[in-house]
């Protein structure tokens, strides 16, 4: 593991034992989930979180110590819509996004991610929850996202 990642590290646990995944689901994605599952893409310090609308709010009040932006019901820009909200877990980022939706190129919103498709990947004593590479790479595919794409697809080629 890069050494610049234990940061983000350290937040994940903390938001792991004060959100237990089995009780208020959440799913671990983007970068973060890409670098566990051993996809060589950049550190950003920041953590990407799926979950529903109605759990966001339940994961707000155990967050709440690290609270930058409550969530506000679902809100859009041109690209993206969820019920948004961040936080700051001793310096990382950490954007947690309900019932997340991307534009088409057809000009519709995506499907919200079923909260019951995903892969456990043990790491550090934590059972996390994380897309599957394959659910990852389609989601980024269809946000035009090419950097990611390509990680991707090198790492389930054997190349990453």
């Not at 670098?35 to 009040?61: P, W, Y």
């Not at 969820?82 to 991307?102: H, P, R």
């Not at 599957?132 to 989601?139: A, D, F, H, P, V």
């Given at each position: 593991?890069?050494?610049?990642?234990?940061?983000?590290?350290?937040?994940?646990?903390?938001?792991?034992?004060?959100?237990?995944?089995?009780?208020?689901p959440?799913?671990?994605?983007?970068?973060?989930?890409?670098?566990?599952?051993?996809?060589?893409?950049?550190?950003?310090?920041?953590?990407?979180?799926?979950?529903?609308?109605?759990?966001?709010?339940?994961?707000?009040?155990?967050?709440?110590?690290?609270?930058?932006?409550?969530?506000?019901?679902?809100s859009?820009?041109?690209?993206?819509?969820?019920?948004?909200?961040?936080?700051?877990?001793?310096?990382?980022?950490?954007?947690?996004?309900?019932?997340?939706?991307?534009?088409?190129?057809?000009?519709?919103?995506?499907e919200?991610?079923?909260?019951?498709?995903?892969?456990?990947?043990?790491?550090?004593?934590?059972?996390?929850?994380?897309?599957?590479?394959?659910?990852?790479?389609?989601?980024?595919?269809?946000?035009?996202?090419?950097?990611?794409?390509?990680?991707?697809?090198?790492?389930?080629?054997?190349?990453?």
């Amino acid at each position: 593991m890069k050494p610049e990642f234990e940061k983000t590290m350290a937040a994940l646990e903390v938001l792991y034992r004060k959100v237990d995944p089995d009780q208020v689901p959440w799913i671990l994605t983007g970068s973060t989930s890409l670098i566990l599952q051993g996809v060589d893409v950049a550190v950003k310090n920041d953590i990407d979180i799926l979950a529903n609308a109605d759990d966001c709010l339940r994961i707000a009040v155990f967050l709440e110590d690290y609270l930058i932006s409550p969530p506000k019901g679902i809100s859009e820009t041109g690209k993206y819509r969820s019920n948004y909200s961040t936080y700051d877990i001793n310096g990382v980022n950490l954007e947690l996004m309900g019932d997340f939706q991307y534009k088409l190129d057809n000009g519709l919103w995506s499907e919200v991610k079923s909260m019951d498709d995903y892969e456990i990947l043990e790491c550090n004593g934590m059972k996390l929850r994380v897309l599957s590479l394959g659910e990852e790479l389609k989601e980024y595919q269809a946000m035009g996202r090419e950097d990611k794409v390509e990680a991707i697809l090198k790492k389930l080629a054997g190349f990453g």
